[in-house]
């Protein structure tokens, strides 16, 4: 058998962190057991979902990492689940229902005040044939319930039935399903909600393994009587817990809060993302991972916590100033070419400027002040201005190598008695314009004497 998994978004808006999360624990998974990723876009709600979205979550995933085996669109699979539907009324599992939503909630706050759980009572099943010719004169149409198991015969006494998985996130969990109102599979209008599709959809593309946010482990009782009763044998179901912010707020792909895409065009590492998404909440170190291949070898979802897992989005920072520290030139050297950074000093440059940036593309102004020269600084003193007459006289012959920094000065320090900030500043001002940044021993090789003497006040 092949471990197959899935991530099911719906385009509706675009990818967060939080999302992320469910897409690599089922990459990660798969990528742990030689097995398959499908990537499945629930786009049953056809006036909210749009093409431009699902093509930006494919575009998402590529940066994370993410090759799907297989992509396919509910949409598309409208037949397949009328079908099913056909087959779930033949056996007499899925009924209709002619309530309103008022009269629903009139009948949940008639069951709580009688201290009963405020489940559905299955009125619908006491219609006789006239009440329903009614409700249709009237111009109600059905929605459509699934019957479920928890019962011995008689629907109108429910028994304690429980469902036992092994989640492979939780461990072992029980549902009773005589706690749970028989879920409405099929709306008023005939359109699907999420329970049904995503079943049928498990079975015919051989899903192996559910793996998914903590919000569903209530529903999988329900599905698991859905995959039976459709002949099938229910996946292992795994929950991971949930990302919130520090505050305890959930995300959401309506405010576009830590969307993957505003993630990268903010220079952020595709593995300090994956880093974070996968090893915050478990009792693992949140640290940077540098390759999909490790974060594969760090992962198990059973060292999961069972509580929220709060982050503070500057981690991420931290997480990608580590990642970029540690990035070799060839994975850099396309990203670097974009920027015009190319020839033979781009790997010396690179190597000599990357551990004092923050993201990659603070490359670039680097690479302006190597070729073309120092920013402005403001004026500077006399005393100043006379010592860099002193180092610029005093530079050491070629060639020049990672020692000529030290050679000159030390030199320096003989001739002027300057030392510390003193004598390091002026010259980082005189070469770079900055008063921070790479060090100069690994700069000076890149000027060159005839561009160091360039640079001379």
Known sequence: MTITVRFAPSPTGHIHIGNARTALFNWL????????????????????????????????????????????????????????????????????CWETPEELERRRGLRLAR????????????????????????????????????????????????????????????????SMSDPVLVREDGTYLYTLPSVVDDIELGV?????????????????????????????FGHHNLLTTVSGEGLSKRTGALSIRSLAERGIEPMAVASLAVLIGTSESVSAVHTMDELAARFEPLATSKSAAKFDPAELDTLNRSIVHAMPF???????????????????????????????????????????????????SMEDTAFLDAAFDNLPPEPWDGMTWKVWTDRLKQLTGRKGKALFMPLRLALTGREAGPELADLLPLLGRAGTLARRP
Do not use: C
């Open 29 to 96: 998974f798969a990528q742990k057991h030689g097995g398959r990723f499908i990537l499945r876009f629930d786009d049953t709600d056809v006036a909210r979902s749009k093409q431009e979205y699902a093509d930006r979550i494919q575009v998402d995933l590529h940066w994370l990492g993410i090759r799907p085996d297989v992509t396919v669109h509910q949409s598309a699979r409208f037949d397949t689940y009328a079908a099913a539907v056909e087959r779930l009324k033949a056996a007499g599992l899925l009924y209709p």
């Open 208 to 236: 192996t393994h559910v793996i998914r946010g903590d919000d569903h482990v209530t529903n999988t009782g329900a599905q698991i009587a859905l995959f039976r009763a459709l002949a099938a044998e229910p996946p292992a």
């Open 115 to 178: 201290k009963l759980p405020p489940v559905y009572g299955r009125e619908a099943l006491k219609l006789s044939d006239e009440q329903k010719a009614g409700f249709e004169a009237e111009g109600r149409k059905p929605h459509w319930r699934f019957l479920l198991p928890n019962h011995a015969g008689d629907p109108f006494a429910p028994q304690r039935t429980e469902v036992h998985w092994d989640d492979v996130v939780r461990g072992p969990q029980t549902v009773d399903l005589a």
């Open 330 to 380: 060839s994975d850099a050297r396309d990203r670097l070419v974009d920027m015009g950074i190319e020839g033979d000093k781009a790997e010396p440059f690179w190597l000599a400027v990357r551990g004092n940036l923050d993201r990659l593309d603070e490359a670039r102004p680097w690479w302006r002040i190597v070729t073309e020269g120092p920013e402005p600084v403001a004026e500077r």
